[in-house]
């Protein structure tokens, strides 16, 4: 228990550092959690109307999925230095496929019969994807950006080996000058983040289910 | 890729440490989940809340997972190994329950009928139709594994990830694209085999 008491005396004393670590630390997971959408749902759309588009990047995301998240933050280094911008790129790189392969399922599974009827109520292919298969789609697309966020925030600890800031450096340093305190200043917040994330992110795919369900 | 040629005994070395660990892993942890399945398919109760549980170890990021333990177990594949057991608990388990309650009531009346015991039930029926569901299970926890023990090599646990650190630390750009390829040929493999271990067993379940 003595470790925990350290460990809450430390963000007592140095409560600047650590919140600006976790608004670093929240703003890299959010930030590339939204570029994420932002590629991989007009991606994953595109993929369910294109078989060339969708071959090309379910092969590109099969390779993506067997590197591991340590990989692609490394590997971004040697190219775009360290700091930031390099880790929300490599974020970004980690957050995209989830919501991708989510949208691409979601919109391909859409009945065709339902949009076959809304041509025949006269509706333009514009109206089709925002009042049809959009509300329809969106409960798998949200489990997407569900995973993607649990990826963002995993992996912008790992961030820490880059100099990407975060809670990841507590724990770096933390084992750096062996501070057991320390390792756990960076961990259970971390943690706890994860988990709000995943907690938060629930309620409108949830929402968005009961809606496509009743 | 003179670093290739010049230092495979290393390469090798590090990718056998690889395998190791997630050998060692991956059956401690079927092991362990296997068994818990079996007995939470049982207790339909229990099933939520264990399952959620589970599902709150496997939310936690790696690195923090790999943090908290440290203090328990130090530093080394003891506490790699660990997290990695405990973080693929939830995918196996949530598997050998999803595959023991497909299996279809009308097959464990008539085996019934046939007078098997439990026991006989668990081992010549249900485990039996329920493989191909489990061996997903195996298949999805082992990529995962593979490329989560590559933060293996960051506590001295070794390991493919010692080349992602070093080419990091040196700024040696061969070493992590070798480790990178290294590790995601593991993965590839081991996801195809196991591949086939899963159609292999869902003939066999279809037939039998």
Redesign the interface.
């Known amino acids: 228990m003595g470790?925990f008491v350290d460990a809450v005396r430390y963000i007592a004393a140095n409560s600047d550092r650590f919140l600006e670590a976790l608004g670093i630390h929240v703003g890299l997971a959010l930030a590339a959690l939204g570029l994420g959408v932002l590629i991989g749902v007009p991606l994953g759309i595109w993929a369910a109307r294109s078989r060339i588009v969708s071959s090309v990047s379910l092969n590109v995301l099969g390779?993506l999925?067997?590197?591991?998240?340590?990989?692609v933050l490394?590997?971004v280094?040697?190219y775009l230095g360290l700091g930031f911008r390099t880790a929300l790129v490599a974020l970004t790189v980690l957050a995209a496929p989830p919501v991708l392969i989510n949208t691409y399922v979601a919109y391909r599974d859409v009945d065709p019969a339902v949009v076959e009827a809304a041509v025949g109520m006269g509706m333009t292919r514009g109206q089709i994807l925002r009042w049809i298969e959009t509300p329809l789609a969106l409960p798998v697309v949200l489990t997407g950006v569900r995973t993607a966020a649990?990826e963002v925030?995993?992996?912008a600890?790992?961030a820490a080996?880059?100099g990407g800031g975060g809670m990841?450096e507590f724990?770096v340093n933390?084992?750096a000058v062996n501070n057991?305190a320390l390792?756990?200043v960076?961990?259970?917040p971390?943690?706890l983040l994860?988990?709000l994330f995943?907690g938060v992110l629930a309620v409108p795919e949830h929402l968005a289910r009961r809606r496509v369900t009743s | 890729m003179t670093y290739l040629t010049e230092n495979w005994d290393v390469v090798l070395r590090l990718t056998w440490e690889h395998l190791y660990l997630t050998g060692l892993v991956l059956i401690t942890a079927v092991a362990l989940a296997v068994p818990l399945g079996v007995v939470l398919a049982h207790f339909r109760r229990a099933t939520t809340p264990a399952l959620g549980l589970l599902g709150?170890v496997y939310?936690?990021?790696?690195?923090?997972?790999f943090?908290?333990l440290?203090?328990v177990t130090g530093l080394g594949t003891k506490t790699a190994a660990t997290a990695l057991v405990a973080y693929s608990q939830y995918i196996l388990v949530r598997n050998t329950v999803a595959g023991l309650r497909g299996v279809d009531p009308a097959v464990e009346e008539a085996a019934r009928g046939m007078g098997m015991t439990g026991w006989q039930m668990l081992r010549e029926v249900r485990l039996p139709l329920a493989l191909p569901v489990i061996l997903a299970g195996v298949r999805v926890a082992a990529?995962t594994v593979?490329?989560?023990a590559?933060?293996a090599a960051?506590?001295n646990a070794g390991g493919l990830?010692v080349l992602?650190?070093q080419?990091?630390y040196q700024?040696h750009?061969v070493k992590?694209?070798t480790?990178?390829v290294l590790?995601?040929a593991i993965?590839?493999a081991v996801?195809r085999v196991l591949l086939i271990l899963e159609t292999k067993a869902r003939h066999w379940a279809g037939a039998g």
């Open positions: 470790v390779v999925r067997v590197v591991p998240s340590l990989a490394v590997l280094f040697p649990g925030v995993a992996s600890t790992l080996f880059i990841g724990i933390g084992l057991v390792l756990l960076g961990a259970v971390v943690a994860a988990l995943e | 709150v939310t936690i990021p790696s690195m923090a997972l943090a908290l440290i203090p990529v593979i490329g989560m590559s933060l960051w506590i990830g992602l650190f080419g990091l700024y750009p992590m694209w480790g990178t590790i995601g993965a590839l996801n």
